[in-house]
């Protein structure tokens, strides 16, 4: 264990706002518990608010005050933990962070490892990593990594804006893009069973799959989120990231290695050969209010325009141009207000054909793979079994497994695993540049369509059910139909 335990400085920008006490601290403090964080680490947070280290302090503990373990290891944890304002618009405040980084680099024998974890608004990543360089603080020795939040741009051009921005101070290999559904135990397991399971692996390909279908479905309306989510809409929320990095770990040509390198080469790869899609390949629409009154229609969210046409829901297929997908869409759903929180992956494998007596009325259903992200984790394979007695009739059987069954102790959360890869100097998990570009160019060529043709108004869905029939509409057309 210990060989792995990892030090360092890390410098927290946005150290009050929502996600660093919903996710980064509790994060941190499990991998102190596990002792994969060293005693040589320090936390520096940073906003604009006039706060005190104590004060500071008393927030990180509020944020892991759901956390099971002994006042000795807490107390330990949060003397690492440091504050200082910081306005990052500021040239000058920048000398400042300087001395306190050196500071905590001597009390707490951090070495030279630096990560700035940018926890902020986007439009303030290009200040704070001109500030970093110009303070002269990103160009003094040692490794400085930058983590960023997304969302990454709007588009394919204003996200290169962003990049060449950030390029003028840290190097491809020091930026780390946050998808944080790469840090998901099961969307690692996919790529993981495809590696340790030749004869699954041989199974990806158009002579054996129908086609595969994504879901990430959400319980929640926007809520508090209207502000962002109008101007995202499901396709930058979870398209653009999410479900295309979800589908590019299934759909790539398996790597060389697990090297951070070749995933990479493969995934850029993979993603370059899906077509861009048409007008009749995708479905969006909007939430209204759910039956039960505990959801209101989307148009009457808090921040949200009231003639908006941003879609909470997004059904749709792309095609992959390449001799292992030519025949097999991939189809993908995503929304918000809908009736259930899950996250699968369906590969739909092809059925029997005429092999078998259609007339009897009883050949067998398609079989398939299923990778339950969440909230079940595991794998399932749904195979057509003989069904006893004396007749050759078919009977689908679910072989399920559930990675809670595997009496392994621990599974740490995604951001817990995602913060110590950035420690450790691995991008495995991360999107690069060429992976986002390629993500904003298919993401513009559906926003292009929908512009072209004008929408005033969009389909609907009542909330908490599970979305539009139009969704349902899109597979018959190709003959298919949602497995969920
Ligand atoms: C985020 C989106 O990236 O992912 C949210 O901005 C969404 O809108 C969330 O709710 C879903 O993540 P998870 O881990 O809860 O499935």
Redesign the pocket.
Known sequence: MTNKQVGGLIVMFGAAGDLARRKLYPSLFRLYQRQLLSENFALLGNSRREWTDDYFRDIVLDSISDQEADEETINNFIKHFFYTSHDATQADDYEHLNNEMVRLRNQFNTGEKNLYYLSTSPALFPEITQGLKDAEIVTDGGTHRVILE?PFGTDLSSAKELNDALAISFDEKDIYRID?YLGKEMVQNILATRFFNPAVEALLNQEFVSNIQIT?A?DMPVGSRGGYYDKSGAIR??LQN?ILQVATLLGMDLPASPDQDDVHANKLTFLKQIDSLTAKQTVRAQYLASEDGEFINYLEENEVAPDSVTETYLAGYFQVNNDRWGQVPFYFKTGKALDDKR?TVEIVLKDAGDKTDIDKGCNPSQSRITFNI?PETGLAFNLNQKLPGEELLPTMVSINSNVDELNVAYVPDAYEKLIYDALIGDQTNFSTWDELAEQWRIVDSIIANWKNAGTKTLPTYIGKTRGPKEADELLRQNGHVWVK
Do not use: W
């Open positions: 997304k944080h990430l959400e929320d979870m999410h996250t969440q």
